[in-house]
């Protein structure tokens, strides 16, 4: 198969042998942007979709250097933790010019800890999800690159596991904000008083895990980072008439990380 296009928002296709036709396409109130999940981009999606013609590395790789920018450290190494956030990782050690290292090797029958309906299967997850490579970091100042941190409980495994293993140093650095509220429009998203980012610890996050330091990227630099090629894309329309009418018609759903919702919720 080849990638033709997007389905916009809103449009119902027919495929057949013979062609792609639209058949309707439901149209969009007056002003109202459209709120594409931001979180397909950070974490749910694979990195080789297309969104909003760019595709998911790219973005993720921006959002990294984005992080660089926000959040640099004194360290050795940069690495991932695999594998959601490897493109973000690969931005952060190319922006800030450290090497970028692998330090876990991932167990790859098992599966998303993220998902897992408890507490105990998580970090029992965690415990069969990653090995280290200890050659690669022993001595070291690590910087760990993750794509969320939604619960607290399946990172901190991880940096006890670094630090056993020679790690001199561990600090993490998270490529998108913090998630604080529930979602309401289908992804499985914990409540709010499960999310970390909403706990007392939160205030001492460093401590609670057991890193050096953390650091989360700004939802502004998410939001830049996500729509940076898609302004870029829209500015070099040669129909000045078509660009002025799409102006302003990018949004993205960032309800997880702000609490706004794109529509009214009803209770």
């Known amino acids: 198969c080849r990638y033709y296009r997007e389905v916009l928002p809103g449009e119902i296709v027919k495929i057949s042998r013979y062609e792609v036709q639209t058949l309707d396409v439901v149209p969009r109130p007056e002003g109202d942007p459209s709120a594409f999940c931001i979180f397909e981009y950070v974490y749910f999606a694979r990195p080789d979709s297309i969104f909003e013609g760019q595709m998911v590395y790219s973005v993720r790789k921006r959002c990294g250097q984005q992080l660089a920018i926000e959040a640099p450290v004194e360290a050795d190494l940069v690495s991932t933790v695999p594998e959601s956030a490897t493109p973000a990782a690969l931005g952060y050690a190319q922006k800030c010019g450290l090497p970028y290292v692998e330090v876990l090797c991932k167990n790859r029958y098992v599966g998303r800890t993220f998902i897992q309906p408890n507490m105990r299967l998580r ?6 999800k990653f090995g280290v490579l200890s050659d690669n ?10 794509d969320s941190i939604v619960r607290g409980n399946t990172i901190s495994p991880i940096i006890k596991l670094l630090r056993e293993s020679g790690a001199k140093e561990v600090h993490i650095r998270v490529a ?8 309401y429009m289908g992804i499985n998203i914990p409540t709010k008083e499960e999310l970390i980012a909403n706990r007392p610890e939160f205030h001492d996050l460093a401590n609670y895990i057991g890193a050096d330091s953390v650091v989360y990227l700004s939802v502004e630099g998410l939001v830049s980072s996500v729509q940076e090629s898609i302004k870029a894309r829209q500015e070099s329309e040669n129909n000045l008439k078509t660009q002025k009418s799409r102006a302003g018609k990018i949004g993205h759903c960032t309800a997880c990380l702000t609490g706004e919702y794109p529509v009214e919720l009803e209770w």
Request: charged share 25%; aromatic share 8%; net charge positive.
């Open 123 to 128: 970090q029992l997850g965690v415990a069969k």
């Open 176 to 183: 998108s904000p913090p998630i604080k509220f529930p979602c």
């Open 137 to 146: 970091f022993k001595g070291k100042r690590v910087v760990i690159i993750d």
